[in-house]
T-cell receptor
Framework: DAGVIQSPRHEVTEMGQEVTLRCKPI?????LFWYRQTMMRGLELLIY????????DSGMPEDRFSAKMPNASFSTLKIQPSEPRDSAVYFC?????????FGPGTRLTVL | AQSVTQLDSQVPVFEEAPVELRCNYS??????LFWYVQYPNQGLQLLLK??????LVESINGFEAEFNKSQTSFHLRKPSVHISDTAEYFC????????????FGKGTSLLVTP
């Protein structure tokens, strides 16, 4: 298995633009997690899904953030409009139950 | 609600010396405990985990951690570190009733020098 795949690996955009981050989980994993990592706040859980259904989105910072999982092999995290304070590394992770497998992350820079 | 405290943000150590990275958690219920490692510009990788059974768990590259319920700790140790162990280490906790979401500590940066 190729592991968790995230795209793009790097994204540079200007304030106000829409940003879409993509994730392909490991086949057969029922759980999918989105995290954000910054120097100031460390690793934060944004949202997670079980069998494509959002279970807990209490970590989503604002209404500008939205996440979808239309099927078991694909998820997106969208920021609209983006702001400089959204600059961070965004990780996707999938899990069969307890152990989480992380993707390489997307480094987002909002100018 | 559970929380995870990693007491040291940075730990410098010489090659071949022993190291301990400390982790304490707060939870009143049964927990699952994990250590993840993050090398520069990479995602997190599972280093070891405690789910049940023996309180001492080991990884394939010489790290070990001991679950201490009375002290609510899960410290990570290695008797002799290598330059290649330089990385960020994260302790994480999952509660039985939390839907398997992980709560991470702030991380400890381990820097191994010759």
């Amino acid at each position: 298995d190729a592991g968790v795949i995230q795209s793009p690996r790097h994204e540079v955009t200007e304030m106000g633009q829409e940003v879409t981050l993509r994730c392909k989980p490991i086949s057969g994993h029922d759980y999918l997690f989105w995290y954000r990592q910054t120097m100031m706040r460390g690793l934060e859980l944004l949202i997670y899904f079980n069998n494509n259904v959002p279970i807990d989105d209490s970590g989503m910072p604002e209404d500008r953030f939205s996440a979808k999982m239309p099927n078991a092999s694909f998820s997106t995290l969208k920021i609209q409009p983006s702001e400089p304070r959204d600059s961070a590394v965004y990780f996707c992770a999938s899990s069969p139950l307890l152990e989480q497998f992380f993707g390489p992350g997307t480094r987002l820079t909002v100018l | 609600a559970q929380s995870v405290t990693q007491l040291d943000s940075q730990v410098p150590v010489f090659e071949e010396a022993p190291v301990e990275l400390r982790c304490n958690y707060s939870s009143s219920v049964s927990v699952y405990l994990f250590w993840y490692v993050q090398y520069p510009n990479q995602g997190l990788q599972l280093l070891l985990k405690y789910l049940s059974g023996s309180t001492l768990v080991e990884s394939i590259n010489g790290f070990e951690a001991e679950f201490n319920k009375s002290q609510t700790s899960f410290h990570l140790r290695k008797p002799s570190v290598h330059i290649s162990d330089t990385a960020e280490y994260f302790c994480a906790v999952s509660e039985l009733d939390s839907g398997y979401a992980l709560n991470f500590g702030k991380g400890t940066s381990l820097l191994v020098t010759p």
